[in-house]
């Protein structure tokens, strides 16, 4: 069985966007033409914003049940492609525009909206953990000082930091890992990726979407044709580092291809240019009437199904992190660290903003956005279900049952941090960071 991450999360935005969209300049800015020539209103509803939302709350339920029960455990390496293809998509959406009328007051604008979206439930976790548990003791010396600093800057993942020898991918608060890689990508689109809202040709997008894909599994191919040689070299070089081979979790080997923000950021490059092909395709009705978006949709579902298919069997049959082994059986289970399922999701993201697919219905019920709506809290808090459940005294020997009461306690604990932490947080932060406008009075009484 390929062995995947015990870590996932969340990127919660769309909650923003659906706000954002019901105001007439958010309409203004949704139905912008981007061509030279003459284009039509942009005919996207409110549902297909809903439906993205409710897709947060798939990723994140895959996490959650892969997490809390072993045998479902490679369910979560569907769950962190799909939340950061999704961020790519969604942050472009909000903030091309934003970022084509002057990269200056874009930027702020950018670095305080995430800042106070992401980091305010990541801060109050990573503190409790300094409180109660061992990690605030053990960050508190000279020497792992700077690691202290690296969680507080939620930078952690960017450099392979070590305490007491070994990497942080299973130490404390390690399900923070992917907001770590995720601020990077914040830092790559602001300085670079937003300037892929300058494609201007339908085809031309598609086709660099394509050739994306088909470069990044093909690099992919050569690291892992490659892997004996170069890690040989990085544990020459730096001999504190586990080989995969002996500790795979806490490898290097790992830290590279599944945490860090080096490997990971390619599914978030994909999700920007598939924006970037439905911000182009969304402006000409008669193309959008020839798509088949139901048909687009179940084919991503269905190419997800293959690929998890072959991942289990592979993981099952083949040694994929053996010495020698370039098997293309483990080149696929190798690959699910990173990129394998990222195609199909953003097929299966496009399918859904572009709308008409019955999936995108059901993903844009109620209750699918009210769980896709607190499904960061959902991702961060998840491992603390069983201790939580556990402190309540509640005995449950049912396996099925007991997964039941995790799934209550997962649920209702991200209401509480969702309404407590999440939207007060923002809020106050919103309200004390964005400039004040100041009314100054004129010479006549206007002003």
């Known amino acids: 069985m390929p062995e995947i991450d015990s870590t996932e999360r969340d990127n919660s935005f769309l909650t923003e966007i659906n706000q954002r969209s019901r105001s007439p300049e958010f309409d203004h800015m949704l139905h912008r033409?981007?061509?030279?020539?003459?284009?039509?209103?942009?005919?996207?509803?409110?549902?297909?914003?809903?439906?993205?939302?409710?897709?947060?709350?798939?990723?994140?339920?895959?996490?959650?049940?892969?997490?809390?029960?072993q045998p479902w455990l490679e369910?979560?390496?569907i769950g962190m492609p799909l939340f950061f293809t999704l961020s790519g998509f969604i942050i472009h959406y909000v903030y091309a525009d934003v970022f084509a009328r002057g990269w200056r007051s874009a930027t702020g604008e950018f670095a305080i909206a995430r800042f106070s979206r992401i980091y305010p439930l990541y801060l109050v976790l990573l503190l409790a953990f300094f409180a109660f548990s061992s990690m605030g003791t053990t960050l508190a010396t000279a020497r792992n000082f700077p690691v202290m600093l690296a969680y507080l800057a939620g930078v952690w993942t960017w450099f392979p930091f070590q305490v007491d020898g070994q990497l942080l991918l299973d130490w404390k608060y390690h399900i923070s890992w992917s907001v770590s890689t995720e601020l990077f990508f914040y830092v790559a689109y602001a300085a670079v990726l937003y300037r892929l809202a300058r494609l201007r040709s339908i085809r031309q997008c598609l086709a660099l979407l394509i050739g994306f894909c088909l470069v990044v599994y093909a690099m992919f191919y050569l690291v892992y044709l490659t892997r004996d040689a170069w890690e040989a070299e990085v544990l020459r070089h730096f001999p504190r580092f586990v080989p995969r081979t002996d500790d795979f979790i806490v490898s290097f080997y790992r830290w590279l291809l599944y945490v860090s923000p080096y490997s990971r950021i390619f599914e978030f490059i994909g999700g920007v240019l598939t924006c970037q092909l439905f911000r182009l395709v969304s402006q000409r009705r008669n193309l959008i009437e020839r798509i088949s978006t139901g048909t687009i949709a179940w084919l991503a579902v269905g190419t997800m199904a293959i690929l998890f298919g072959l991942m289990h069997y592979f993981g099952a049959y083949s040694p994929w992190?053996?010495?020698?082994?370039?098997?293309?059986?483990?080149?696929?289970?190798?690959?699910?660290?990173?990129?394998?399922?990222?195609?199909?999701?953003?097929?299966?993201?496009?399918?859904?903003?572009?709308?008409?697919?019955?999936?995108g219905r059901l993903l844009a019920s109620r209750p699918a956005r009210f769980l896709g709506d607190i499904s960061y809290s959902t991702y961060l808090s998840h491992p603390m279900a069983e201790r939580t459940l556990m402190l309540t005294g509640l005995a449950v020997t049912s396996a099925a049952l007991h997964l039941l009461a995790i799934m209550v306690v997962i649920y209702v604990t991200s209401f509480v941090l969702y309404r407590a932490?999440?939207?007060?947080?923002?809020?106050?932060?919103?309200?004390?960071?964005?400039?004040?406008?100041?009314?100054?009075?004129?010479?006549?009484?206007?002003?």
């Open 33 to 69: 033409t981007f061509d030279s020539e003459p284009l039509a209103r942009m005919p996207i509803a409110r549902d297909n914003l809903d439906a993205l939302t409710g897709l947060r709350f798939v990723a994140a339920l895959t996490i959650a049940l892969g997490h809390c029960y």
């Open 321 to 359: 992190l053996a010495p020698g082994n370039r098997s293309f059986g483990g080149f696929i289970v190798n690959l699910h660290m990173n990129f394998l399922f990222a195609p199909a999701c953003y097929l299966l993201i496009f399918s859904l903003a572009l709308g008409g697919a019955a999936i």
């Open 75 to 77: 369910l979560t390496g």
């Open 421 to 447: 932490v999440e939207v007060p947080a923002k809020r106050w932060l919103r309200q004390l960071l964005e400039p004040r406008r100041l009314e100054v009075a004129l010479p006549g009484g206007r002003g």
